[in-house]
């Protein structure tokens, strides 16, 4: 089974830019998230989709961040512009979300951004 | 809100030692997941071992084993005959059980070094 998939593994950018991120769930996985992980923290829930809808995005911070999830199945998040707090790894994840069973949620590499 | 308290930053345990690792957090719902995670340096975040809040008696898995005391609110993941693929931060989450909305919530990580 494949694992989740995302592009790319790093980018460096100057503030003010913009730039995207890639995601491909497991397939048959209904739910994906977006985590930011700071250097030394733990990972925090951006945006999570169940199928192609919104669930969550309390923590979106939505005058830079926006994210969407095409068909259900790949998702983009993309920040613009961004900022030197950005800096930090972005974690997808998906899981198979039978609803109510604390589903195990399988995280792909991430991409980490560094704004300078 | 739910918080999860890592107050271990790092450790380090010879080869083949047991060693232990805390956790606690707070919540007022009855009905949650707890897990715990393992990032590997520069590899991607696997689950090492799951807790219902339901079940009285503790999650194993191989080496792994958690002590987890309900009332406390302690979640603690020892590790059996340390190896050095062991080597890793070592995540705490926390999941409320809502359909449709199951999203963790992150601890800030313990380092944990094993040394040959």
């Known amino acids: 089974e494949a694992g989740v998939a995302q592009s790319p593994r790093y980018k460096i950018i100057e503030k003010r830019q913009s730039v995207a991120f890639w995601c491909n769930p497991i397939?048959?996985?209904?739910?994906l998230y977006w985590y930011q992980q700071i250097l030394g923290q733990g990972p925090k829930l951006l945006i999570q989709?169940?199928?192609?809808?919104?669930?969550?995005d309390s923590q979106l911070p939505k005058d830079r961040f926006s994210a969407e999830r095409l068909k259900g199945v790949d998702s983009t998040l993309k920040i613009q512009p961004a900022k030197l707090e950005d800096s930090a790894v972005y974690l997808c994840a998906s899981s198979l979300d039978l609803g109510g069973t604390g589903d195990e949620q399988y995280f792909g590499p991430g991409t980490r951004l560094t704004v300078t | 809100a739910q918080t999860v308290t890592q107050s271990q930053p790092e450790m380090s345990v010879q080869e083949a030692e047991t060693v232990t690792l805390s956790c606690t957090y707070d919540t007022s719902e009855s009905n949650y997941y707890l897990f715990w995670y393992k990032q590997p340096p520069s590899r991607q975040m696997i689950l090492v071992i799951r807790q219902e809040a339901y079940k009285q008696q503790n999650a194993t898995e191989n080496r792994f084993s958690v002590n987890f005391q309900k009332a406390a609110k302690s979640f603690s993941l020892k590790i059996s005959d340390s190896q050095l693929g062991d080597t890793a931060m070592y995540f705490c989450?926390?999941?409320?059980?809502?359909?449709?909305?199951?999203?963790?919530?992150f601890g800030t990580g313990t380092r944990l070094t094993i040394i040959p």
């Open positions: 989450a926390f999941m409320i059980l809502r359909f449709g909305n199951e999203k963790l919530t």
């Open positions: 397939s048959g996985h209904a739910t």
């Open positions: 989709f169940q199928n192609n809808g919104v669930v969550d």
